[in-house]
């Protein structure tokens, strides 16, 4: 059973800080590593995607692989109110599907 | 970047009806389509995977009756949801992912919110 933990939260973070969100998989074999933002009543909007071992940056957001530990992590700099969501840690190896985390809950506050 | 079209958004309708959900790739094509349903405060469930003039292939606990999967096309794919209860109200969204590179990203729609009297 491939299994991708997150820790529900909420996560409360005053505007401006950085948040760090993180994420934990069983299937050894996984090979892309992706992280969703949802607001509520929305569906999933991509973020980031990361396939290396390492950190990958992309303006505030950065994704980091360790798949020796078998975990992946997503930092927010300067963290605004916008910010406030679910995040969905997702997890897939080869041509399989997707596995979802239960998502990190993030609030930002003013 | 990749467009994953949904229609419609949002749906009411009486118990025992079927509904039907499209789900559209807008610039690329996708073999493979997603179909996931959400419950409030839940976390996305995989209902099925559509696979492009093949049968889908459903999660365990889906019914494949209950819920109808045609993906007619490479950029087309619906679900139909027969003879709706309200317990099939739910947060209805699919997926897509480029049927090009192994490691492509799933993008998704916009969700169908469907709700049952």
């Given amino acids: ?32 590593f ?27 957001f950065t994704a980091q692989l360790n798949k020796a530990s078998q975990y992946v992590s997503l930092l ?7 910010d406030s969501a679910t995040y969905l840690c997702a997890v897939r190896g080869g041509y399989s599907t997707l596995t979802f985390g239960k998502g990190t809950m993030l609030l930002v506050s003013p | 970047g990749a467009v994953v079209s949904q229609h419609p958004s949002r749906v009411i309708c009486k118990s025992g009806t079927s509904v039907k959900i499209e789900c559209r790739s807008l610039d690329f094509q996708a073999t493979t389509m997603f179909w996931y349903r959400q419950f409030p405060k839940q976390s996305l469930m995989l209902m099925a995977t559509s696979n492009e003039g093949s049968k889908a292939t459903y999660e365990q606990g889906v019914e494949k009756d209950k819920f109808l999967i045609n993906h007619a096309s490479l950029t087309l794919s619906t679900l139909t949801v ?36």
Wanted: with cysteine.
């Fill in chain 1, 34 to 60: 992706f992280w969703y933002r949802q607001y509520s009543g929305k569906s999933p909007e991509l973020i980031m995607f990361i396939y290396s071992n390492g950190d990958k940056e992309d303006g505030r």
């Fill in chain 2, 82 to 117: 027969t003879s709706a209860h309200p317990e099939d109200s739910s947060f209805y969204i699919c997926s897509a992912r480029d049927i090009g590179s192994l490691n492509q990203p799933q993008h998704f729609g916009d969700g169908t919110r469907l709700s049952i009297l």
């Fill in chain 1, 76 to 82: 927010i700099r300067d963290s605004q109110p916008s």
């Fill in chain 1, 1 to 32: 059973q491939k299994e991708v933990e997150q820790n529900s939260g909420p996560l409360s973070v005053p505007e401006g800080a950085i948040a760090s969100l993180n994420c934990t998989y069983s299937d050894r074999g996984s090979q892309s």
